[in-house]
């Protein structure tokens, strides 16, 4: 199999100097379809892929201020057009002959991190660090992107050889798990039958593969808002609803949930921002948290619990409220001929290893979502780790990887078409 290293650098560094944070990645999503479209891929882009309805933590300011900023860099105004103000883009490629559907998944987002300008920080050194203040590729998004493309060009070279149907899937605003919900329930992966998705690094040096990551939490990200009416605190109290002494109730008693007794649980209230003035009965507060749990009924329990208290605070303090989920990602377990397929590829490649094959990965990942809506089809699911060395943790300033892995990476993935539909 000839992949090009060099290409793959390219690629990558050339992402890596424009990171766009989740939802605002139009430059990022732009360039992936140029590049796709040019290999032969039939691109959807825009409500082909995202369902409105399912949008997670979309924040118009940097939706407005991406688009801008992608237009200043050139974008292709055919892709702005037709993302119609959503970004992310699938490829398909049809054989026309009978045969499988599979579906791969690469997030394109970046992080709210300023990257190092130290002398020993690779990318400051040779000149592809962001040209975003502020934002940067630092959780290794830019390598995913890259891995996607390199599978795509091998695709393309070899699509005589091939049977049924490939979606690549190239989605925006995996940070926080915002983006997955909104195209699952596009229906777009509604006909997969094999669905894989991945990540570099985390947990596994170069030479490594974890085949089955284990403990993916179901997460559900929810912001509450109290609306109080305001009155003079000492003249007329009384006239007043109070949105502080709501949102103060409501986070003590989020924080007081009773555990779940089949699985464990988490809860987090991060954020409290309320009122207004020092004599002012305040009228406005919200709240930011997130609820994980071991599963996705279990987290639904958390879910449910944080609506109840929402709306009873909200009740008892006569405030009016609401609550939207900000981001959510579901628990997944990866189907075991997947895991032996993709364990199989690594042992084929003399530079890999399997590595600690059940890691713990005690985090939450949207990828999990599209992979259990292919799964409740009936279709097999798979999340891996591809190792890879790294020079910082993940979301940190001085974060970068080992490129070399970019191979192994599209190795893999290539092998999964091989082997799925050759
Ligand atoms: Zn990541």
């Given at each position: 199999?000839?992949?090009?290293?060099?290409?793959?650098?390219?690629w990558r560094?050339?992402?890596?100097r424009?990171?766009?944070?989740?939802?605002?990645?139009?430059?990022t999503?732009?360039?992936?379809?140029?590049?796709?479209e040019?290999?032969?891929?039939?691109?959807?882009?825009?409500?082909?892929?995202?369902?409105?309805?399912?949008?997670?933590?979309?924040?118009?300011?940097?939706?407005e201020?991406?688009?801008?900023?992608?237009q200043?860099?050139?974008?292709?105004?055919?892709?702005?057009?037709?993302?119609?103000?959503?970004?992310?883009?699938?490829a398909?490629?049809?054989?026309?002959?009978?045969?499988?559907?599979?579906a791969?998944?690469?997030?394109?987002?970046?992080?709210?991190?300023?990257?190092?300008?130290?002398?020993t920080?690779?990318?400051?050194?040779?000149?592809?660090?962001?040209?975003n203040?502020?934002?940067?590729?630092?959780?290794?998004?830019?390598?995913?992107?890259?891995?996607?493309l390199?599978?795509?060009?091998?695709?393309?070279?070899?699509?005589?050889?091939?049977?049924?149907?490939?979606?690549?899937?190239?989605?925006?605003?995996?940070?926080?798990?915002?983006?997955?919900?909104?195209?699952?329930?596009?229906?777009?992966?509604?006909?997969?039958?094999?669905?894989?998705?991945?990540?570099?690094?985390?947990?596994?040096?170069?030479g490594?593969?974890?085949?089955?990551?284990?403990?993916?939490?179901?997460?559900?990200?929810v912001?509450?808002?109290y609306?109080?009416?305001?009155?003079?605190?000492?003249?007329?109290?009384?006239?007043?609803?109070?949105?502080?002494?709501?949102?103060?109730?409501?986070?003590?008693?989020?924080?007081?949930i009773?555990?779940?007794g089949?699985?464990m649980?988490?809860?987090?209230?991060?954020?409290?921002?309320?009122?207004?003035?020092?004599?002012?009965?305040?009228?406005?507060?919200?709240?930011?948290?997130?609820?994980?749990?071991?599963?996705k009924?279990?987290?639904?329990?958390?879910?449910?619990?944080?609506?109840?208290?929402?709306?009873?605070?909200?009740?008892?303090?006569?405030?009016?409220?609401?609550?939207?989920?900000?981001?959510?990602?579901?628990?997944?377990?990866?189907?075991?001929?997947?895991?032996?397929?993709?364990?199989?590829?690594?042992?084929?490649?003399?530079?890999?290893?399997?590595?600690?094959?059940?890691?713990?990965?005690?985090?939450?990942?949207?990828?999990?979502?599209?992979?259990?809506?292919?799964?409740?089809?009936?279709?097999?699911s798979?999340?891996f780790?591809?190792?890879?060395?790294?020079?910082?943790?993940?979301?940190?300033?001085?974060?970068?990887?080992?490129?070399?892995?970019?191979?192994?990476?599209?190795?893999?993935?290539?092998?999964?078409?091989?082997?799925?539909?050759a």
């Amino acid at each position: 199999m000839n992949i090009n290293l060099q290409q793959l650098i390219q690629w990558r560094r050339e992402f890596h100097r424009f990171p766009e944070t989740g939802w605002s990645e139009f430059w990022t999503t732009s360039k992936i379809a140029d590049y796709l479209e040019e290999m032969g891929f039939e691109i959807l882009l825009g409500q082909q892929i995202i369902n409105p309805d399912f949008v997670r933590g979309r924040n118009l300011t940097i939706v407005e201020q991406g688009l801008a900023n992608a237009q200043a860099y050139g974008a292709n105004s055919q892709w702005l057009e037709r993302m119609n103000g959503y970004t992310g883009c699938v490829a398909v490629f049809d054989s026309g002959k009978p045969g499988k559907t599979i579906a791969f998944r690469f997030d394109i987002d970046c992080v709210n991190v300023t990257e190092s300008v130290a002398a020993t920080h690779r990318p400051h050194q040779e000149g592809f660090s962001s040209i975003n203040p502020g934002f940067m590729h630092a959780c290794g998004h830019d390598g995913h992107i890259t891995i996607g493309l390199g599978t795509a060009q091998w695709i393309m070279q070899n699509k005589d050889k091939l049977r049924g149907k490939i979606k690549l899937v190239f989605q925006p605003a995996e940070e926080g798990v915002r983006g997955a919900a909104a195209i699952a329930a596009s229906g777009i992966l509604d006909d997969v039958d094999y669905f894989a998705g991945s990540h570099l690094s985390f947990c596994a040096s170069s030479g490594t593969i974890i085949s089955n990551p284990k403990n993916f939490l179901s997460t559900t990200k929810v912001d509450i808002r109290y609306q109080g009416k305001p009155a003079h605190a000492g003249a007329a109290p009384h006239l007043g609803r109070h949105a502080v002494l709501a949102a103060a109730h409501a986070v003590t008693q989020l924080h007081g949930i009773s555990r779940h007794g089949e699985g464990m649980t988490r809860i987090n209230v991060g954020v409290l921002r309320a009122g207004e003035g020092r004599n002012v009965i305040p009228t406005s507060a919200e709240i930011q948290l997130e609820v994980r749990g071991e599963n996705k009924a279990i987290n639904d329990y958390m879910y449910q619990q944080v609506l109840q208290i929402a709306k009873g605070v909200a009740l008892s303090f006569d405030v009016e409220y609401e609550t939207e989920i900000m981001g959510e990602a579901v628990d997944m377990i990866n189907d075991p001929e997947m895991i032996a397929l993709v364990e199989d590829i690594a042992n084929q490649l003399p530079q890999i290893q399997v590595g600690n094959a059940e890691y713990p990965f005690n985090a939450s990942e949207d990828a999990t979502i599209l992979g259990r809506r292919v799964q409740d089809n009936g279709g097999k699911s798979i999340y891996f780790i591809i190792g890879a060395n790294r020079t910082a943790e993940h979301h940190q300033a001085e974060f970068d990887f080992d490129e070399s892995q970019l191979v192994t990476g599209v190795q893999i993935y290539t092998s999964l078409v091989q082997k799925l539909l050759a």
